[in-house]
């Protein structure tokens, strides 16, 4: 059985990721718009960027299965799609880096783990799993 046979098996699982993840993201984007004030708050910062942060994860999860739901890509195509998200997320945790440095923010090693680290471990995950998929390893998928 050849990778794109593989894929395919994988397009339920994937297709219930994407729902649940649209789900999610809907649902946050309507409690943040009913709570913006509250949010928006110079005194909330930390509340602020917990909500962007989770609004960014879910997108990344929704993009990612809507991916590999796409029919007949193949393995290249899919491989300069994950590296894009992974790019784009390297940015984005850069660009929070910069802000809360600019500020002076100065968190907590476990808030440091928490808001750089995993992220920035979920590029390198993209990133393994694109050179995987690249090749054909379909053990790149789990």
């Given at each position: 059985?050849?990778f794109?046979?593989?894929i395919?098996?994988?397009q339920?699982?994937f297709?219930?990721v994407?729902?649940?993840?649209?789900?999610?993201?809907?649902l946050?984007f309507v409690?943040?718009s009913?709570?913006?004030?509250?949010?928006?708050?110079?005194?909330?910062?930390?509340?602020?960027?917990?909500?962007?942060?989770a609004?960014?994860?879910?997108?990344l999860?929704?993009?990612i299965?809507l991916f590999?739901?796409i029919?007949?890509?193949?393995?290249?195509?899919?491989?300069?799609?994950l590296?894009?998200l992974a790019v784009?997320?390297?940015?984005w945790l850069?660009?929070?880096?910069?802000?809360?440095?600019?500020?002076?923010?100065?968190?907590?090693?476990?808030d440091?783990v928490?808001?750089?680290?995993?992220?920035a471990?979920t590029?390198?995950?993209l990133v393994v799993?694109g050179?995987?998929i690249?090749?054909?390893n379909i053990?790149a998928?789990?």
């Amino acid at each position: 059985m050849g990778f794109d046979e593989h894929i395919l098996r994988w397009q339920p699982f994937f297709t219930t990721v994407a729902a649940a993840s649209a789900t999610l993201v809907g649902l946050l984007f309507v409690s943040l718009s009913i709570n913006r004030e509250k949010i928006a708050g110079e005194s909330n910062r930390a509340l602020s960027r917990l909500a962007w942060r989770a609004f960014s994860d879910f997108l990344l999860v929704l993009l990612i299965a809507l991916f590999f739901l796409i029919p007949e890509q193949g393995r290249l195509a899919l491989t300069v799609e994950l590296f894009a998200l992974a790019v784009l997320r390297l940015r984005w945790l850069m660009a929070q880096i910069v802000s809360s440095a600019r500020i002076g923010q100065k968190p907590a090693a476990m808030d440091l783990v928490r808001e750089y680290l995993l992220p920035a471990l979920t590029v390198l995950g993209l990133v393994v799993a694109g050179v995987g998929i690249f090749h054909g390893n379909i053990l790149a998928v789990y």
